[in-house]
């Protein structure tokens, strides 16, 4: 007589005869989750920007995929484009840009809102996007602006996506502003230089900033100094030498200069506060401290500025990814 055990083993054994153990070659497998993309939190910049270009070309080498974008100024003018699938087009447009040929780009406004109406810039890009709407996008954009009468900080995510681009880089005193349903929109770094909020607003698990302003002043901000001038002098602000380290140069600063330099001021301690207490998990730093903010014809060395450093950075960017996945 067969006992318990034994007929137990007998029919587990049926049962493996019917259902044969595939070998492991032959066995389904079950694929790894891909690693979490990116959202590039652009900075503005002006002519800095254009590095977001070499940003851009270095992560879509390295097959680092980029989930959404929020942009600032010039940031949302090059995450726009590359969203649209026009990101060739606005490259070789930067490259090919000399001094000659940005003075006449300006189109003079006197009496406006703004030195330059800016309408040239829009009739360029309207060649490649014209029509196109952030629904047309593949990926979530957010262009970043500042309502001029209220001070809020106003996020574009539908619409008209040149509107949004342009109100986004409308810097005041030098564009005129954009009026987007009723509101009086300018340029966004005024109030969020580098857009880390709205990419952690979107539930982004990884975001990466690309700060322009990292190397332009230096770390020091307070200094005492004495307010008494030496007897003779009586220099003009105008007339003042402009010396800053590394681009220490002898010039005129007049009206122009004193409202770059102040915007430059602006955006570097907005976006060390604000990054400070919403921290990137990696912010990219290229070193463009000697490129002023109209130089748009340095875009060769502005892209390669940005490309070197973020090739630098893939290591620890995929290295992130892999502990997210």
């Known amino acids: 007589m067969l006992d318990w055990a034994t007929l137990r083993g007998k029919h587990d054994a049926d049962l493996m005869k019917d259902s044969p153990i595939p070998p492991d070659d032959v066995r389904p497998t079950i694929a790894p989750p891909p690693p979490p993309g990116v959202a590039l939190a652009l900075g503005g910049g002006a002519a800095r920007g254009w590095s977001h270009i070499g940003v851009l070309r270095a992560l879509d080498e390295a097959g680092i995929r980029i989930d959404m974008i929020a942009g600032t100024s010039i940031g949302a003018l090059v995450g726009g484009c590359y969203l649209a699938g ?12 000399t001094k000659r040929k940005v003075f006449g780009l300006l189109d003079f ?5 703004g030195l330059f109406g800016g309408m040239k810039l829009t009739q360029r890009m309207e060649q490649h996007i014209a029509g196109v709407t952030f629904a047309d996008l593949p990926r979530p954009l957010v262009c970043v602006a ?12 539908s619409g008209n996506l040149i509107s949004a681009m342009r109100a986004s880089y409308a810097l005041p005193g030098v564009f005129e502003p954009v009026v987007c349903n009723g509101r009086v929109l300018v340029d966004g770094a005024l109030v969020n230089p580098v857009p880390v909020s709205a990419c952690r607003a979107h539930e982004q698990r990884l975001v990466v900033a690309v700060n322009l302003h990292y190397d332009l002043f230096g770390r020091a901000a307070v200094i005492k100094h004495s307010a008494d001038m030496p007897d003779g002098t009586g220099a003009d602000a105008a007339d003042l030498v402009v010396d800053r380290g590394p681009r220490a140069r002898e010039s005129r600063i007049g009206i122009t200069g004193v409202m770059v330099e102040a915007f ?27 490129i002023g903010l109209t130089d748009f014809h340095r875009a060769d060395e502005s892209i390669r500025l940005g490309y070197e450093a973020t090739k630098a950075q893939i290591s620890e960017l995929q290295r992130l990814q892999a502990v997210l996945a």
Not at 109 to 113: A, D, L, Q, R, V
Request: hydrophobic content about 40%.
């Open 86 to 97: 026009k990101l060739d087009e606005l490259e070789e447009f930067a490259r090919s840009l």
């Open 109 to 113: 406004h006197w009496g406006g809102n």
């Open 146 to 157: 500042a309502e001029i009468r209220t001070g809020h900080e106003i996020w574009l995510s």
């Open 264 to 290: 430059n001021i602006i955006q570097d301690r907005i976006a060390r506060a604000r990054m400070a207490g919403d921290p990137p998990d990696l912010a990219l730093m290229p070193k463009l401290g000697h």
